[in-house]
């Protein structure tokens, strides 16, 4: 069974940094792509920054600069590290695992930033 277990949300005020992981269970990360992406109130999820199973990176234009994916394959984990948060950064932030047809996300993780 794959599991995908977000953790390190919270609410931050403006300017603050925080670090979202999400922990894979089930499946051998270091062969996805793996992504974060985010869904404000009443808005469609939108990708955030995706990191390819050689390493790649690419981020929404709206965070380039001040947040970071990364990875650890060995700890099947992959990180957000989010610095200077924008009230407008404040969303659910979700984990996905995409590779060929399979498609896993995790139940999310909240993100309030206040200003």
């Known amino acids: 069974q794959v599991q995908l277990v977000e953790s390190g949300g919270g609410l931050v005020q403006a300017g603050g940094s925080l670090r979202l992981s999400c922990a894979a269970s089930?499946?051998?990360?270091?062969?996805?792509?793996m992504g974060w992406y985010r869904q404000a109130p009443g808005k469609q999820r939108e990708l955030v920054a995706r990191?390819?199973?050689?390493?790649?990176?690419n981020y929404a234009d709206s965070v380039k600069g001040r947040f970071t994916i990364s990875k650890d394959n060995a700890k099947n984990t992959v990180y957000l590290q989010m610095n200077n948060l924008k009230p407008e950064d404040t969303a659910v932030y979700y984990c996905?695992?995409?590779?060929?047809?399979?498609?896993?996300w995790g139940r999310g993780t909240q993100v309030t930033v206040s200003s």
């Open positions: 996905n695992a995409f590779r060929f047809t399979n498609d896993y």
């Open positions: 089930g499946i051998i990360l270091g062969i996805y792509v």
């Open positions: 990191i390819t199973n050689i390493g790649s990176t």
